[in-house]
Each structure stands twice: as structure tokens, then as C-alpha cells.
């Protein structure tokens, strides 16, 4: 995915979280992690947009670090973006 069109993804999901009273935060350069969500309840989650999968390093890189911040990990897909964040949303009681 071209950078433009990731940011563009990224931001996607952060206006959605938004709307549903989630503080998110986009890290720069997608480093370490896409966004940074805290849950109205108070939940925080390290979630990485993508379009393509992830090669598993990666993902279980960004899983460790999300574990040791007291974090859960969410891999969103372009393909399935609707139905993943719904999913998030309903793991936090946020319809």
C-alpha cells in the first residue's frame, strides 16, 4: 500500500474510534505501531492498519510490545476494516 493511501486507511479508523469516544493517536511513520486507542473504559489497544498481511515477525514484535504496555494488539485489514473495528467496538461495549 502506497504511504498516501495507508495515512489515508489509518486516519479512517482513528475518525471511526473517534466517533464512538475513543482517543486515538497516529504514530508517526507507523512506528512502532499504526495507532495507539484508549477505550472509553479506559482499555488501550495497539492497533496496525493493513492492507497486505504482515509478515509474522512483525506482528508478533508489535504483540510483545502491546503486552508489556498493558495493551491489547489489533490487526485491522483493509479488506474486513468494517467488521474488525465493529468487533473492537463491541469488545468494549461500544456500539
Do not use: W
Not at 68 to 78: K, M, N
Amino acid at each position: 500500500m502506497s504511504y498516501r493511501r495507508g495515512r489515508e486507511f489509518e486516519y479512517k479508523v482513528k475518525r471511526i474510534l473517534e466517533a464512538h469516544g475513543f482517543v486515538v493517536f497516529r504514530c508517526a511513520g507507523s512506528r512502532p505501531i499504526d495507532l495507539i486507542a484508549f477505550a472509553p473504559n479506559r482499555q488501550i489497544f495497539f492497533i496496525e492498519c493493513t492492507r497486505a498481511s504482515k509478515d509474522r515477525a512483525t506482528i508478533e514484535r508489535q504483540k510483545a510490545l502491546a503486552d508489556r504496555c498493558g495493551a491489547t494488539y489489533v490487526l485491522i485489514s483493509r479488506k474486513n476494516y468494517l467488521e474488525e473495528v465493529r468487533k473492537l467496538l463491541r469488545s468494549v461495549g461500544v456500539s
